[in-house]
């Protein structure tokens, strides 16, 4: 059974960068698409992006494209999220999923919040 | 970009009634829907994918159907369990989510 967890600072300053790890066991990541999602509290699902193991092939969504960072460490087997510029409105419980090729996530992580304040 | 749009955005219902969902987008997606069950405190669980095929280990009870712009996903018969929200995901080119609809108990 893949099982994958989230970990990385519960808080964020505005303006920094927010960085986020998905640790994936129970299987490799090699071979897989793997993907970030989120969720303001008391809001909608949000999709920010997904990556192909290593990295070479990668999709975002465009509300993000010029501030985020997804990439896989395959030595590692995890995958990790970076978000440049973090303001308030990235406050959020960031999710990350094993992509399958035909376009659902079917594995996912627990979630962590992340605050971004001052 | 594609816009998902989901109706209605909340739902009141008796276990043992027929629910159903919709899903529209605003442009032809083919069959390229998914659905997700959301409860508090939780991650999605997946429950359809490709418009009407169930994920391994979801009831019977949940189906889905549709092409082109509109969805739907139906539950046959509500089980105290099924009170949750539920999502409607685009996958491809993007995958962008409805806005969420939340079924209650009446």
């Known amino acids: 059974q893949v099982q994958l967890q989230e970990s990385g600072p519960g808080l964020v300053k505005v303006s920094e960068t927010l960085s986020l790890t998905c640790s994936v066991s129970?299987?490799?990541?090699?071979?897989?698409?793997w993907g970030w999602i989120r969720q303001p509290p008391g809001k909608e699902l949000e999709y920010i992006g997904y990556?192909?193991?290593?990295?070479?092939?990668?999709h975002f969504n465009p509300s993000f494209t010029s501030r985020v960072t997804i990439s896989g460490d395959t030595s590692r087997n995890r995958f990790s999220l970076r978000l440049n510029s973090a303001t308030a409105a990235d406050t959020a419980v960031y999710y990350c999923?094993?992509?399958?090729?035909?376009?659902?996530?079917?594995?996912w992580g627990q979630g962590t919040l992340v605050t971004v304040s001052s | 970009d594609i816009q998902m749009t989901q109706s209605p955005p909340s739902l009141s219902a008796s276990v043992g009634d027929r629910v159903t969902i919709t899903c529209r987008a605003s442009?032809?997606?083919?069959?390229?829907l998914n659905w997700y069950q959301q409860k508090p405190g939780k991650a999605p669980k997946l429950l359809i994918y490709?418009?009407?095929t169930l994920q391994s280990g979801v009831p019977s009870r949940f189906s889905g159907s549709g092409s082109g712009t509109d969805f739907t996903l139906t539950i046959s018969s509500l089980q105290p369990d099924d009170f949750a929200t539920y999502y409607c995901?685009?996958?491809?080119?993007?995958?962008?989510f409805g806005q969420g609809t939340k079924l209650e108990i009446k």
């Open positions: 995901q685009l996958s491809y080119p993007t995958h962008t």
């Open positions: 999923a094993r992509l399958d090729k035909r376009g659902f996530y079917d594995y």
């Open positions: 490709l418009t009407s």
């Open positions: 442009q032809n997606i083919n069959i390229y």
């Open positions: 129970g299987g490799s990541i090699s071979g897989y698409y």
């Open positions: 990556v192909h193991d290593t990295g070479n092939t990668n």
